[in-house]
């Protein structure tokens, strides 16, 4: 078989794996069978596998499910015709794999879970390393955590002041401390001092996409969705992504 069938078949094992965590962690907190989410009927691991429908409820799979399928799929062939600089396929793919884990979660679920960041740690310092050395990674992953530390603290003041313009506290955080341990994980990824540029992308796509719902929902005078804050995940992933697969733009970030 060719190099793109090899590479198909592997996307599509890492859309399965991305699938089975964020639909097993939210709901169990563990690695158990997954259940289906409408009627909590455990499903049989090939109806799982090959997104069958629920034995007992007939319900269909989520359109999440076949979007990570089809993604996994490319994004591994695209990978192994154009592999990150000193990563290579398989460890490109293992990173991109995560990734999609933090975005589809933290999207799902508002947060981040610990379990996942404390194995981005363990790939982050592996790719850190790899791509530089095991000083910079460890300065990446520290100031990343204490630069989304410090914007957290802030985050925690807008709260409390918003709760008083609220009248009452709705459980909205601007940030929350998983999104502190991802910007040490990225760091570990990026090193030092890449991790800044990385913070920085993911910092502007977030607020640029912010301001944008702010707009939408002024124009369509829904004033009581304006307490929504959006999950800062995947806009950090976004930007670690950026640099680790596309490499070159790092020369035009360096020239504004």
């Known amino acids: 078989m060719s190099g793109y069938v090899y590479a198909g078949i592997a996307g ?4 399965i794996v991305v699938n089975y965590f964020s639909d097993v962690l ?4 563990g690695l158990t069978r997954p259940i289906c989410a409408n009627c909590s009927v455990p499903f049989s691991w090939m109806e799982y596998f090959f997104l069958k429908k629920c034995y007992g409820c007939r319900q269909n799979r989520n359109f999440r499910a076949y ?5 996994s799929i490319i994004f591994s062939i695209l990978i192994w015709l154009f592999p990150p600089v000193r990563l290579g396929y398989w460890l490109g793919l293992l990173v991109l794999a995560y990734f999609g884990l933090v975005i589809v979660i933290d999207m799902e679920n508002h947060l981040i ?3 996942v960041n404390l194995a981005g740690a363990l790939i982050g310092l592996i790719v850190g390393t790899i791509r530089y050395n095991l000083l910079t990674a460890l300065f990446g992953g520290i100031a990343g955590f204490l630069i989304m530390l410090l914007l957290f603290g802030f985050g925690i003041l807008f709260s409390r002041y918003r709760v008083r ?5 709705d459980g909205e955080e601007s940030l929350g401390f998983g999104d502190v341990f991802l910007a040490g994980v990225l760091g ?3 090193g030092w001092p890449l991790i800044i540029y990385g913070l920085t992308i993911g910092i502007f796509f977030g607020g640029f996409n912010s301001l944008a719902l702010i707009a939408y929902l002024l124009a369509r005078h829904h004033y009581e ?5 959006t999950a800062y995940g995947p806009y950090l992933v976004i930007g670690a992504a950026i640099l680790i697969y596309f490499p070159q733009s790092l020369t035009f970030l360096s020239s504004l």
């Open 165 to 169: 313009k609220l009248g009452f506290d």
């Open 188 to 190: 570990f990824m990026l």
């Open 26 to 29: 939210p709901q169990e907190r």
């Open 225 to 229: 969705k304006m307490n929504l804050f």
């Open 67 to 71: 979007l990570i399928l089809i993604s």
């Open 12 to 15: 599509f094992l890492a859309g």
């Open 113 to 115: 879970f610990h379990i």
